[in-house]
């Protein structure tokens, strides 16, 4: 296990180490690198829910909260990139970047193994079997590969994106929002829906485009390039990355639209509803759709039924009730412990706990 901490009332506190690995860019011996390399020094940091709001809120939240709790001594992001890197958010979570799995296990040898470890995607597979006996695993499979199946294996536990995934060492994974600053508003609706996705062929911006070609329906795509896309005789509009603030983006839409059908379980599918916004999510998306209740958050619907079934959203949305159901079932703060709660009965030793 890796070293732990002790507060003052002699209190374990742990070091956590959240992985959401893109794949190898190179690889490439870094143990001159990292047997040198010295940490840059902690600053203060943000809470939770004071952070700026941007991109991994729900990556980052479990150990943010365990910093919030003073439970955690440490909690580091680690990526992939063209160039290695230790640097903190304004959360307090240390970022690291890595040129492959080699230049991991160097820095492993370096500061030693975490004792919480977090890994989302399969990128992070071959790390989770090189910890084995060494730390608390958590995996969170995301959009599975053929070769994992529906079986679960290769961590303590796991948080997963469909109930036919759930077995005796997982539950459901709901990606955490920050409702402090996305919730609903009063303002002006200026629009019918808004999409919230990049546009790669499985986020399925054709078929949307396709549904609402040659209708009344307005609605906004971000981020994407408009030049990317066939909008003829569509009311749509586009943005980029920073060309619009999405909280009032949400906030100025009547409706949001899910269409991705090679996808899993997208925080953004999530914070639209947190935003107070009904849902329509393709049926034949491959994980998240518990984010669906009918009538409550939204709709599921069959890619030929698309444009209907938001027809049939817009004329009912005031009876829909996403925040409301969204603060009982999933509060930030209580999904968090919920985690906690079952990686403990799972085998992690909480801080505290001892």
């Given at each position: 296990?890796?070293?732990?901490?002790?507060?003052?009332?002699?209190?374990?506190?742990?070091?956590?180490?959240?992985?959401?690995?893109?794949?190898?860019?190179?690889?490439?011996?870094?143990?001159?690198?990292?047997?040198?390399?010295?940490?840059?020094?902690?600053?203060?940091?943000?809470?939770?829910?004071?952070?700026?709001?941007?991109?991994?809120?729900?990556?980052?939240?479990?150990?943010?909260?365990?910093?919030?709790?003073?439970?955690?001594?440490?909690?580091?992001?680690?990526?992939?990139?063209?160039?290695?890197?230790?640097?903190?958010?304004?959360?307090?979570?240390?970022?690291?970047?890595?040129?492959?799995?080699?230049?991991?296990?160097?820095?492993?040898?370096?500061?030693?193994?975490?004792?919480?470890?977090?890994?989302?995607?399969?990128?992070?597979?071959?790390?989770?079997?090189?910890?084995?006996?060494?730390?608390?695993?958590?995996?969170?499979?995301?959009?599975?590969?053929?070769?994992?199946?529906?079986?679960?294996?290769?961590?303590?536990?796991?948080?997963?994106?469909?109930?036919?995934?759930?077995?005796?060492?997982?539950?459901?994974?709901?990606?955490?929002?920050?409702?402090?600053?996305?919730?609903?508003?009063?303002?002006?609706?200026?629009?019918?829906?808004?999409?919230?996705?990049?546009?790669?062929?499985?986020?399925?911006?054709?078929?949307?485009?396709?549904?609402?070609?040659?209708?009344?329906?307005?609605?906004?795509?971000?981020?994407?390039?408009?030049?990317?896309?066939?909008l003829s005789d569509t009311r749509v509009t586009t943005s980029q990355w920073d060309e619009i603030d999405v909280v009032e983006l949400l906030q100025s839409s009547r409706i949001a639209v899910y269409p991705a059908d090679d996808t899993s379980n997208p925080a953004a599918m999530w914070e639209c509803v947190a935003a107070g916004?009904?849902?329509?999510?393709?049926?034949?998306?491959?994980?998240?759709?518990?984010?669906?209740?009918?009538?409550?958050?939204?709709?599921?619907?069959?890619?030929?039924?698309?444009?209907?079934?938001?027809?049939?959203?817009?004329?009912?949305?005031?009876?829909?009730?996403?925040?409301?159901?969204?603060?009982?079932?999933?509060?930030?703060?209580?999904?968090?412990?919920?985690?906690?709660?079952?990686?403990?009965?799972?085998?992690?030793?909480?801080?505290?706990?001892?």
């Open positions: 296990m890796g070293m732990s901490q002790h507060c003052d009332e002699g209190r374990s506190l742990v070091k956590v180490v959240i992985a959401d690995f893109s794949f190898v860019v190179q690889c490439m011996d870094g143990s001159g690198y990292w047997a040198t390399h010295r940490k840059p020094e902690p600053r203060s940091r943000r809470s939770l829910f004071e952070q700026p709001y941007d991109w991994g809120f729900h990556i980052y939240s479990i150990g943010v909260h365990l910093l919030d709790k003073g439970l955690a001594t440490e909690v580091e992001y680690w990526d992939y990139d063209s160039q290695r890197s230790t640097s903190y958010l304004a959360n307090g979570v240390l970022r690291v970047t890595f040129l492959g799995l080699e230049d991991v296990f160097h820095y492993l040898e370096r500061y030693g193994e975490p004792d919480l470890f977090v890994n989302y995607g399969p990128a992070g597979r071959p790390l989770l079997q090189r910890l084995e006996g060494r730390c608390f695993r958590v995996h969170v499979p995301c959009l599975r590969t053929r070769q994992e199946g529906v079986d679960n294996f290769g961590a303590e536990c796991y948080l997963v994106d469909g109930e036919e995934f759930l077995d005796e060492r997982s539950m459901m994974y709901v990606p955490v929002v920050n409702t402090r600053a996305i919730r609903p508003s009063a303002c002006e609706k200026r629009r019918d829906f808004v999409y919230l996705a990049s546009n790669y062929a499985g986020k399925r911006h054709d078929l949307l485009l396709d549904a609402v070609r040659g209708t009344t329906l307005t609605g906004h795509l971000h981020p994407v390039d408009a030049s990317s896309l066939d916004l009904p849902l329509v999510v393709n049926a034949d998306i491959k994980g998240g759709k518990h984010v669906v209740v009918p009538g409550v958050t939204g709709e599921l619907a069959a890619p030929d039924r698309f444009r209907e079934v938001m027809q049939q959203a817009l004329a009912n949305r005031d009876r829909y009730r996403p925040r409301e159901y969204f603060e009982q079932h999933w509060d930030t703060e209580t999904m968090l412990e919920s985690y906690l709660a079952f990686f403990t009965r799972m085998g992690w030793t909480r801080p505290g706990s001892s």
